[in-house]
């Protein structure tokens, strides 16, 4: 079969499109014709050696942990799936015509694999961080960096829970912003002002790494009250940094719900063959990607 790999850390130029071995699905584990594959930055951050404590890795190694596709191998002591099933959900080495699952769902009616790619990581880490932020219904939630693939999903599953969301976007994606529910600022000198025009926030996420952390904590009035899942500085100023994964298996079946539901939707920005891998990850690493970009098999 065909993959994407790498064989040493560095910049896009690394990825190469390589015949490989087809992996095999282990107990536990489904394998899928892989028809997308989610592009996170997590995939490029792992592509640098960026985060390799949290992600070690042996070289070469393939790239990606969201895909979408069909069964076509399942695990010894699996159960409740089969053999040509629509799925998505993580993995490894999802940038490949094969690739094996460890957690996934059904694919709800009316989503193309292109589309179910996008929400595995980006559902599993909106749940875990609107939960740890601790936000509830009738409260407002400020989220810096909120037109990308995280803030999409944080912005519908809080309209979902009754929540006010104040979100920073570039000046493109205002309406964008608004048409998932939330208020809407640019961010840039003097967003704190237009933030503060907006409303009171109750408690804020730090989407973007933009070094925003101290006025996150001014707006809301205790370090406690924000998370960030992109500034590895954020606790020094006593704000919590979240990097570990909560449940998938959980997080897909809540997507499933709010999908069907019609609640959430993740747009797909732009789809690529599996030999523009670096393409993908340059525009990814750009910085603004709304919803989210996938990799098509
Ligand atoms: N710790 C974890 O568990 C975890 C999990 C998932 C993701 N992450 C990290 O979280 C970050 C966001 O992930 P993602 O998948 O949502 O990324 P993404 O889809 O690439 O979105 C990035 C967004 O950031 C916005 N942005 C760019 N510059 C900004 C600025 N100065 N201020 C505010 N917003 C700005 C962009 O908005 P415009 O286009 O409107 O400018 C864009 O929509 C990434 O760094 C990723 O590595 C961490």
Redesign the pocket.
């Known amino acids: 079969m065909r993959k994407v790999s790498f064989a040493e850390f560095g910049g896009p130029d690394v990825l190469r499109l390589v015949d490989a071995e087809e992996p095999h699905a282990g107990p536990g584990r489904i394998r899928i014709a892989v028809r997308a594959a989610g592009v996170?930055?997590?995939d490029w951050?792992i592509r640098e050696g960026q985060i390799l404590k949290a992600h070690p890795i042996e070289l070469p190694s393939g790239v990606g942990l969201d895909a979408s596709g069909v069964v076509d191998e399942i695990g010894e002591g699996v159960e409740g799936v089969e053999v040509g099933d629509h799925v998505f959900g993580e993995g490894s080495s999802t940038y490949a015509e094969f690739a094996v699952l460890s957690a996934w769902a059904r694919m709800p009616e009316g989503l193309t694999f292109e589309e179910a790619a996008g929400y595995p990581?980006?559902v599993e880490?909106a749940l875990r961080i609107i939960r740890e932020v601790g936000v509830r219904s009738g409260q407002t939630l400020l989220v810096?960096?909120a037109?990308?693939?995280?803030?999409s999903a944080v912005l519908q599953i809080a309209r979902d829970r009754g929540i006010t969301v104040i979100g920073?976007?570039?000046a493109?994606?205002q309406d964008y912003l608004r048409s998932l529910g939330a208020l809407a600022t640019t961010?840039?000198e003097g967003w704190v002002e237009r933030v503060r025009r907006l409303g009171r926030v109750d408690a804020a996420l730090d989407?973007?790494?933009?070094g925003?952390i101290p006025e996150l904590v001014e707006l809301t009035g205790d370090p406690q009250k924000v998370v960030s899942?992109?500034d590895l500085g954020a606790p020094e100023f006593g704000v919590r940094?979240?990097?570990v994964?909560g449940s998938v298996p959980e997080a897909l079946a809540e997507a499933v719900g709010l999908i069907s539901r019609g609640r959430l939707h993740i747009p797909v920005e732009k789809s690529y063959p599996l030999a523009e891998a670096a393409a993908a990850h340059i525009d990814?690493q750009a910085?603004?990607?709304?919803g989210?970009r996938v990799m098509v098999v």
């Open positions: 996170n930055p997590v951050r990581s980006v880490t810096s960096g037109s990308g693939g995280v803030g920073t976007a570039g493109a994606n961010y840039g989407l973007a790494g933009s925003v899942i992109a940094f979240s990097g994964a990814s910085g603004h990607t709304r989210r």
